[in-house]
């Protein structure tokens, strides 16, 4: 059973920038499509980006995080990133991290039903 553990929310104003991590203790992700999905009050789940296990290179973004958001993975801390610029009030939601091992190396998904396993969520507040 893969754990996954996100850190690096908090409360940022209007413009600022937060860094969001996922790890996976006593496992590798290597295997594994991460993605980063968010969910604001009242809101249906939205996928933010993925990247592809560390035998493929493709990582997407959703439009609405796209040239503001950067998702990338150290595979020697076994941990995935996602860095985030020129937050907006609208950004405010608690993020999540998820896994799915691909049928296709060189692909990732942005689609939540194809993720098998899940952070708890970490926080995000934008100010205004």
């Known amino acids: 059973q893969l754990q996954l553990v996100e850190s690096g929310g908090g409360l940022v104003q209007l413009g600022g920038s937060l860094t969001l991590s996922c790890a996976a203790p006593?496992?590798?992700?290597?295997?594994?499509?991460i993605g980063w999905f968010r969910q604001a009050p009242g809101k249906e789940r939205e996928g933010g980006s993925c990247?592809?296990?560390?035998?493929?290179?493709?990582?997407k973004y959703a439009d609405s995080v796209k040239d503001r958001f950067t998702i990338s993975r150290d595979n020697g801390k076994n941990t995935v990133y996602l860095q985030m610029n020129s937050l907006k009030p609208e950004d405010t939601a608690v993020y999540y991290c998820a896994a799915y091992r691909p049928m296709v190396p060189s692909m990732c998904v942005i689609h939540s039903y194809l993720f098998d396993y899940w952070g708890q969520g970490t926080q995000v507040t934008v100010s205004s």
């Open positions: 990247i592809t296990s560390s035998a493929g290179s493709q990582i």
């Open positions: 006593g496992s590798t992700l290597d295997d594994y499509v």
